[in-house]
DNA sequence: GTCTATAGGGTGATAGAC
DNA sequence: GTCTATCACCCTATAGAC
């Protein structure tokens, strides 16, 4: 529950979320974050003591949202093949988010370095969302071949998603996302899934407009 | 060529790669840098004029081993899903470099953002790169499916090494890129070439010893 | 809760001696 | 080519008034 007294919180979490996003961590400072606001430097810190617990607050709060997301798109708990339909669509939703997401490469690649104060949230979100994705592909391991890594798949997964994104953020009216992931959940259901083609067929129709790959 | 005067530059580059993939462009400092060589931070600037032109310098290194290494690798010009054994020797070669690749990752994450002076490079190197893949399955198409989709695919391709190489990064012991990369190359050749078992047979021996999952 | 003022540290780049 | 010294800047964080 938020009270009343949260506000000018959560208008500096936004604030930062989008000033990290154009800038990374290092380069986003307090005084434009608080310029965002409207408040000044000092006024931001009394709500978040230091850069590093901004940071901190701003992933939670990244955190809170994909929960939600991932609740309303897979509302019926899918599993195993199914389950690309419903990252298809994240795929989809990230791309229409646009900058928001941008966070995520942003500070994921930032983070790699040495003593990042992200490093161990991202370590352990990728813990995470590969454990969830392998546990959905286990979870309707009955549909797939036998032979299937589920471990395996689900980083390959996961990289897919990421590697697509850096390529889209930087040349963001070249590269289709959605067209490419479509391609290769496509063609990974019809090496992996005992019956794949109903669900090729859904992952056509999946999201609602393919746009065409040179859009203006 | 290189002349003899030029072997205090060299230095430098290397320095500065080392300390950009430990701490990212920004937070690398030109002193920590120089500190490296074993000269002033004065002194460096002798040789690169600002640490943006230091940058690029670096990144136009990077280039050139890694075409010198592409030639090493593919000698003949393999093309179609051959270059899938190439690529898989190439994430086991970046899985021993450790370090040096760690450069790549974290400054395409860092360049997404606004003005960063690498941006162009890299928005520039994921099209030399994704056209140089795709260009290579072209030329082998006859060995591939018709309705394969050259330019999504390489696209695809790309984003698999680099979201591996990401992960890998963050949990260096529990991710294993040559694993996830042979498992993801295997069932791509299977769904995608027309005769794809002797290739999955190379694919299986390319790269000596496969290491264990979980190796401590 | 918000402000102004400032301390205290680090940075890229320049000037000029050797 | 390399150095020392220094400038000018930007940053996080603190102190204390309102």
Redesign the interface.
């Given at each position: 529950m938020v009270t009343r007294g949260d506000a000018r919180r959560e208008q500096i979490l936004y604030a930062a979320m989008v000033v990290f996003?154009?800038?990374?961590y290092?380069?986003a400072s307090l005084a434009g974050i608080a310029e965002h606001v409207g408040i000044s430097q000092a006024g931001l810190l009394h709500h978040f003591p230091t850069k590093p617990r901004l940071l901190t607050a701003v992933l939670e709060a990244r955190d809170r949202l994909d929960r939600e997301w991932l609740a309303e798109l897979d509302p019926d708990g899918r599993t195993g093949p199914r389950l690309l339909v419903n990252l298809l669509r994240l795929v989809d939703r990230n791309r229409r988010l646009g900058g928001l997401v941008?966070i995520y490469?942003?500070?994921?690649?930032?983070?790699?370095?040495?003593d990042h104060p992200a490093?161990a949230w991202?370590?352990d979100r990728?813990?995470r969302v590969?454990a969830s994705v392998e546990a959905g592909l286990l979870a309707g391991a009955d549909a797939l071949r036998p032979d299937v890594?589920c471990?395996?798949?689900a980083?390959?997964v996961?990289?897919?998603?990421?590697?697509?994104q850096?390529?889209w953020?930087?040349?963001p009216d070249e590269?289709d996302m959605v067209?490419?992931f479509r391609?290769?959940a496509t063609?990974?259901i019809?090496?992996?899934a005992l019956d794949p083609e109903p669900l090729v067929a859904l992952l056509a129709s999946a999201v609602p407009v393919p746009l065409p790959a040179h859009a203006g």
């Open positions: 996003a154009d800038h990374g290092h380069r941008q490469t942003a500070l994921a690649g930032e983070s790699v370095t040495d490093r991202f370590t990728y813990g590969t890594d471990a395996l798949l980083r390959e996961v990289a897919v998603m990421d590697g697509l850096l390529q953020l930087l040349r590269v067209a490419a391609d290769y063609r990974l019809r090496s992996t």
